[in-house]
């Protein structure tokens, strides 16, 4: 496994560390597939009871995908391989049969939201920020699978929120839109407590759990049968997401054309 994806297995506990605190943990392709190999993995594997995913440091959970990995999309094929390829690690992560737990601290933005958004439970520090700004960075669009997930968690309201408004919204927020379950005053805390909470569930009827889980899976599906592919090849094909990674890297406002 690669050192930018830390996994130490104690107790029955797969703890899995997104460890590049340089970029604010943004996510390469290789630690998404990571993640989804030790999903796949849990599902056979009597010794993992739980997975805990947290980040590196204290600064972010994860600063969604490393934008470097967008330089190259040129063609609506390149676009919704991506997204065919990141809605196949989500549902990896969404349908493992054991429990999945986010221990978020600081920013936790973009493809580390969705991460987050499709673990069973969400504890945070008491610095954690959650949303998407792509509207702001980017230009590009959540998946419909992605849409399909917030709404029903959040409701499509706080989703054109966080959309339209490209704010991050903080841990009391968080919690009050039901994003948290738990806030933890600091980094040290949140890391105890993850482990904690894993033993406890890890503890308790593994088919109750997994049957709880499935079935709000179940009611989610309908949405996610939804074919948002056109969506997908608008924005990611434009100019206005060329100009958004260019101006993302440059460390420059983007100009966006609305084309």
Same mark, same amino acid.
């Given at each position: 496994?690669?050192?930018?994806?830390? =996994?130490?297995?104690?107790?029955?506990?797969?703890?899995?560390?997104?460890?590049?605190?340089?970029?604010?943990?943004a996510m390469t392709f290789e630690m998404y597939e990571g993640l989804a190999k030790l999903a796949t993995q849990a599902n056979t594997d009597d010794a993992i009871k739980a997975i805990v995913i947290?980040?590196?440091?204290?600064?972010?959970?994860?600063?969604?995908?490393?934008?470097?990995?967008?330089?190259?999309?040129?063609?609506? /094929?390149?676009?919704?391989? @991506?997204?065919?390829?990141?809605?196949? =690690?989500?549902?990896?992560?969404?349908? +493992?049969?054991?429990?999945?737990?986010?221990?978020?601290?600081?920013?936790?933005?973009?493809?580390?939201?969705? =991460?987050?958004?499709?673990?069973?439970?969400?504890?945070?520090?008491?610095?954690?920020? @959650?949303?998407?700004?792509?509207?702001?960075?980017?230009?590009?669009?959540?998946?419909?699978?992605?849409?399909?997930?917030?709404?029903?968690?959040?409701?499509?309201?706080?989703? $054109?929120?966080? *959309? @339209?408004?490209?704010?991050?919204?903080?841990?009391? #927020? $968080?919690?009050?839109?039901?994003?948290?379950? #738990?806030?933890?005053?600091?980094?040290?805390?949140?890391?105890?407590?993850?482990?904690?909470?894993?033993?406890? *569930? !890890?503890?308790?009827?593994?088919?109750?759990?997994?049957? +709880?889980?499935?079935?709000?899976?179940?009611?989610? !599906?309908?949405?996610?049968? =939804?074919?948002?592919?056109?969506?997908?090849?608008? +924005?990611?094909?434009?100019?206005?997401?060329? /100009?958004?990674?260019?101006?993302?890297?440059?460390?420059?406002?983007?100009?966006?054309?609305?084309?």
């Amino acid at each position: 496994m690669s050192d930018e994806l830390l =996994i130490e297995h104690r107790d029955g506990i797969a703890f899995v560390t997104l460890n590049r605190p340089q970029a604010r943990n943004a996510m390469t392709f290789e630690m998404y597939e990571g993640l989804a190999k030790l999903a796949t993995q849990a599902n056979t594997d009597d010794a993992i009871k739980a997975i805990v995913i947290t980040g590196a440091g204290e600064k972010a959970f994860a600063a969604g995908t490393d934008i470097s990995q967008f330089t190259n999309f040129r063609t609506a /094929e390149d676009a919704l391989a @991506y997204e065919e390829k990141i809605d196949r =690690i989500m549902t990896a992560l969404e349908t +493992c049969i054991k429990p999945t737990i986010a221990a978020i601290a600081g920013a936790c933005t973009g493809g580390g939201a969705g =991460i987050a958004a499709v673990c069973d439970l969400r504890i945070g520090a008491a610095n954690a920020r @959650y949303g998407f700004p792509i509207a702001r960075t980017l230009g590009n669009t959540l998946s419909m699978a992605n849409f399909a997930r917030l709404s029903t968690m959040i409701g499509p309201t706080r989703v $054109m929120d966080l *959309v @339209y408004t490209s704010r991050l919204i903080e841990a009391e #927020e $968080m919690k009050a839109w039901g994003l948290l379950s #738990e806030i933890l005053p600091d980094h040290a805390a949140l890391q105890a407590r993850a482990a904690e909470l894993a033993a406890t *569930v !890890a503890g308790h009827a593994p088919l109750t759990l997994r049957a +709880c889980k499935e079935a709000l899976r179940r009611l989610r !599906a309908p949405l996610r049968e =939804i074919n948002g592919d056109d969506l997908v090849e608008m +924005c990611f094909t434009s100019r206005d997401f060329a /100009e958004g990674v260019e101006a993302f890297l440059a460390r420059r406002p983007a100009q966006w054309q609305g084309r």
